[in-house]
């Protein structure tokens, strides 16, 4: 039989994994894995002692799975994730094709294939999903689990406004696959994945094809900068959102910004980020293709 294990936050999704624990846990022994539940702690690795595992099973939003990411990074093993979707956004699993019922979602990783997908790594942190700094950027930090839960999305736009009254100018030094350049900005997004708090911002963005998606809000005037912001989202492509398509990225700035990796505190400038082509494997769908 197969070794499994079931990594979740009793938290997740409204109290909704911890009610369909044992569902799931059916999923998979009848799919013949023997798996134990690991109800998560911060404080300490998952992996530690199971190194012979054959699937980790990860129940949460992108935060949970960045947490499982960089512990088994940790160890230098390389086992499969499979996700189940539990969070606020979940944008990596959506990326992946994964449901939002949490059976249907267990039963597409018990039934599902292996796939060797993209991971980022800024410094000695691992990312699935985005690496930010600037405006907006650090929200999910800010914004606590218990209002995540009861508002959603909303809790996270409401947390943005406030940042708006601390708005300001980043100067940067970048380069980007060897081409080096100056920029003052608001906000950069570098994306491994296709969206960011449900909002898809990086259009050409795939978990599969070793590049980055990074976009840049160049800083001009407070009104045409939110004009653009705005125009961006509606499909525009205001010339202000600047895009780079790179696999290595190097930033520094006199500001050192905070910092944020799929929702967590992020690395400390100067930044080196790296696209680590297919050094994630992940069980998912076998009928689902990544674009």
């Known amino acids: 039989m197969k070794q499994a294990a079931f990594l979740y936050n009793p938290q997740s999704g409204r109290g909704r994994i911890a009610r369909a624990r044992e569902e799931i846990l059916a999923v998979f022994r009848a799919a013949d894995y023997t798996i134990e539940p690991i109800e998560i702690d911060f404080t300490a690795n998952p992996f530690e002692g199971r190194a012979e595992l054959d699937l980790m099973v990860v129940a949460g939003g992108d935060g949970t799975v960045n947490f499982a990411l960089n512990r088994m990074k940790e160890k230098g093993l390389d086992i499969p994730l499979g996700i189940i979707p539990a969070g606020t956004a ?5 990326a992946l094709g994964m449901e939002n019922d949490p059976i249907v979602a267990a039963r597409q990783i018990a039934s599902g294939i292996i796939e060797k997908v993209d991971c980022g790594r800024v410094n000695d942190i691992y990312f699935v999903n985005i690496f930010s700094f600037g405006l907006f950027t650090t929200t999910s930090q ?10 959603g999305k909303l809790a996270y736009i409401a947390e943005g406004l406030k940042e708006l009254r601390t708005m300001h100018r980043i100067p940067l030094s970048i380069t980007a696959d060897g081409k080096a350049f100056r920029i003052d900005t608001l906000i950069a997004l ?6 960011a708090g449900g909002f898809r911002l990086a259009r050409r963005s795939s978990v599969q094809d070793g590049h980055f998606e990074c976009l840049l809000l160049e800083k001009r005037n407070l009104i045409f900068d939110s004009i653009a912001m705005v125009r961006y989202l509606l499909g525009g492509n205001p010339r202000t959102v600047r895009h780079l398509h790179a696999r290595t990225i190097t930033i520094d700035s006199p500001c050192k910004e905070l910092t944020d990796v799929d929702g967590q505190r992020g690395a400390e400038f100067p930044l080196a980020i790296e696209c680590l082509e297919g050094a994630l494997r992940i069980q998912c769908a076998a009928n689902h293709h990544h674009e």
Request: proline content about 0%.
């Open 142 to 151: 800010r914004t606590s689990d218990e209002r995540k839960h009861r508002w």
């Open 190 to 195: 570098i994306f491994n994945g296709e969206t």
């Open 90 to 94: 979940n944008d990596f699993a959506h």
